[in-house]
């Protein structure tokens, strides 16, 4: 929470030196305190926060993009007059751990048309999800476990010494 904090700090140092506190100079701020603490992470020891903020914008990019290509798909199926939606239940081996990961990830595949997740297993380490639209179960767990690796990004921490 360190650059967190510093972000905020730096942000109302910067709408107080531009003597205007609004919405607008309080982001321009962040945006440019980031900038800051992105440049020097070893010096102001902002690494992990550089990372997971960098690491979560890339995550919500992504996931756009494919809430947008879900969505042409069913769309697409939608206009057929026989669509071969290919109906499936897959499990899904899973590498997050922990509730908030997982009902992070079950949301995340949820939101995205064409994929609902179902529930987990008893030890937590398989995901069950119900897939249409998907080649084969491969595909379907595929872009599961993309999904997931992007989500990893963002929750892992950044071990001692390493770069951005």
Known sequence: MKGFTLNLLLAAVWALFAGEVSTRELAAGFVLGFGILALFPQALGTRGYVRRTLAALGFTLFFLRE??????????????????????????????SGDHAQTL?????????????????ADRRLLYAHAIGAESAQAARASILKVEAHLLRCLTPVPQGAAL
């Open 67 to 96: 809430l947008t290509l879900a969505n042409v798909q069913v769309a697409l199926f939608a206009l057929q007059r026989r669509p071969r939606l290919n109906p499936m239940i897959v499990a899904v081996p899973l590498r997050v």
């Open 105 to 121: 990830l079950a949301a995340a595949i949820t939101l995205m048309p064409g994929t609902v997740a179902l529930g987990f297993s």
